[in-house]
């Protein structure tokens, strides 16, 4: 392979890298949208259409100018909150997401390049030859990325599975402890990324030929971080859990409350018809010995003393 194929190698890995992530991205973004799960989005092909050209039409832009990744990063992570609107998704919401995305990208990287390492360094023959160097280059760096790809798309699948599985407390503080964890694995593997490589005395190196040891404390690093993040995405979770349960608990005891009113209510109202039966009874019985005794002024003015009562008690339950 000579300089020129190689050089084009570079650019067709790299516009192949730009589309599997923007096509991976849009995927992740995509079950969100509409806000909740019970509320389906309107058109989610245009919506994951406009996230795959986002993150594409930065990316290129990145590989022509060029720029640093970490800027093309930045423009992405910004962007997708500034166009919440058109997901139908929280701003918030957006912005995990997107750092979410890269930070697993980043810990997917570093992993794949360490366990790379470990290979090549066992199997790979060393070659003198331009050529052979070159493309010998070429099939370690294509290895590399697949397996950096397998191992990203299984993470974010794993995490966009957990994701779904229960809804966020995306409130108060709990954004900023949510997004704590993978910025800090994005400036881990930010770090870790830019001692990888050096050139010493004109000599090129790896950290990893002067460091051994960091070819399994950065695997292991970046599966703490992986770890911690769906660890505190799992609490977040069971804390909406036991919100919507204090919620409905709240709600049930409100409603025992009304129902417990209302059966007072209704005790009262039936104690109430067995006191006005039993006064009815008793004014039948005066009414029947008047009416015995044939005394009519007497049983006029009982008549008129039982008006003026059920005056005054209506209009007692008036003012009630």
Same mark, same amino acid.
């Given at each position: 392979? =000579? $300089?020129?194929?190689?050089?084009? +190698?570079?650019?067709? @890995?790299?516009?192949?890298? @730009?589309?599997?992530?923007?096509?991976?991205?849009?995927?992740?973004?995509?079950?969100?949208?509409?806000?909740?799960?019970? /509320?389906?989005?309107?058109?989610? +092909? $245009? /919506?994951?259409?406009?996230?795959?050209?986002?993150?594409?039409?930065? !990316?290129? &832009?990145?590989?022509?100018?060029?720029?640093?990744?970490?800027?093309?990063?930045?423009?992405?992570?910004?962007?997708?909150?500034?166009?919440?609107?058109?997901?139908?998704?929280?701003?918030?919401?957006?912005?995990?997401?997107?750092? %979410?995305?890269?930070?697993?990208?980043?810990?997917?990287?570093? @992993?794949?390049?360490?366990?790379?390492?470990?290979?090549?360094?066992? +199997?790979?023959?060393?070659? /003198? $030859?331009? #050529?052979?160097?070159?493309?010998? @280059?070429?099939? =370690?760096?294509?290895?590399?990325?697949?397996?950096?790809?397998?191992?990203?798309?299984?993470? %974010?699948?794993?995490?966009?599975?957990?994701?779904?599985?229960?809804?966020?407390?995306?409130? *108060?503080?709990?954004?900023?402890? %949510?997004?704590?964890?993978?910025?800090?694995?994005?400036?881990?593997?930010? %770090?870790?990324?830019?001692?990888?490589?050096?050139?010493?005395?004109?000599?090129?190196?790896?950290? !990893?030929?002067?460091?051994?040891?960091?070819?399994?404390?950065?695997?292991?690093?970046?599966?703490? +971080?992986?770890? *911690?993040?769906?660890?505190?995405?799992?609490?977040?979770?069971?804390?909406?859990?036991?919100? $919507?349960?204090?919620?409905?608990?709240? &709600?049930?005891?409100?409603?025992?409350?009304?129902?417990?009113?209302?059966?007072?209510?209704?005790?009262?109202?039936?104690?109430?018809?067995?006191?006005?039966?039993? #006064?009815?009874?008793?004014?039948?019985?005066?009414?029947?010995?008047?009416?015995?005794?044939?005394?009519?002024?007497?049983?006029?003015?009982?008549?008129?003393?039982?008006?003026?009562?059920?005056? #005054?008690?209506?209009?007692?339950? #008036?003012?009630?």
């Amino acid at each position: 392979m =000579n $300089e020129a194929a190689f050089l084009a +190698f570079e650019n067709i @890995t790299a516009v192949m890298e @730009t589309i599997l992530y923007g096509g991976s991205m849009a995927a992740f973004f995509s079950p969100f949208f509409g806000g909740t799960a019970s /509320k389906k989005s309107q058109r989610p +092909f $245009e /919506k994951m259409l406009l996230i795959f050209i986002i993150y594409c039409a930065v !990316y290129f &832009a990145g590989i022509a100018v060029p720029i640093y990744n970490w800027q093309c990063m930045t423009a992405v992570i910004l962007l997708l909150p500034a166009i919440h609107h058109i997901l139908e998704m929280e701003r918030k919401t957006a912005f995990f997401l997107a750092i %979410l995305f890269f930070s697993i990208r980043g810990l997917s990287r570093l @992993t794949a390049e360490s366990l790379y390492f470990i290979v090549n360094e066992r +199997f790979v023959v060393v070659k /003198k $030859e331009l #050529d052979a160097i070159l493309y010998g @280059t070429a099939v =370690n760096y294509t290895a590399t990325a697949l397996l950096q790809f397998a191992l990203f798309f299984f993470l %974010l699948y794993l995490m966009g599975r957990r994701l779904r599985s229960a809804p966020l407390l995306l409130c *108060g503080k709990a954004p900023i402890y %949510l997004c704590l964890i993978p910025v800090v694995g994005i400036l881990f593997t930010s %770090l870790i990324y830019a001692m990888l490589f050096h050139v010493k005395d004109g000599v090129p190196f790896q950290v !990893y030929e002067q460091y051994p040891s960091f070819v399994v404390l950065v695997p292991c690093g970046a599966a703490l +971080f992986y770890a *911690g993040t769906l660890a505190a995405v799992l609490s977040c979770q069971e804390m909406a859990v036991l919100r $919507e349960e204090r919620r409905a608990h709240f &709600a049930a005891e409100l409603q025992i409350q009304a129902m417990q009113k209302q059966m007072a209510e209704s005790e009262q109202m039936y104690l109430g018809i067995r006191q006005l039966r039993h #006064d009815i009874r008793n004014h039948i019985t005066n009414l029947k010995g008047l009416a015995q005794k044939k005394d009519a002024a007497e049983l006029e003015q009982y008549l008129s003393r039982m008006e003026e009562n059920l005056r #005054d008690h209506t209009m007692k339950g #008036d003012n009630q």
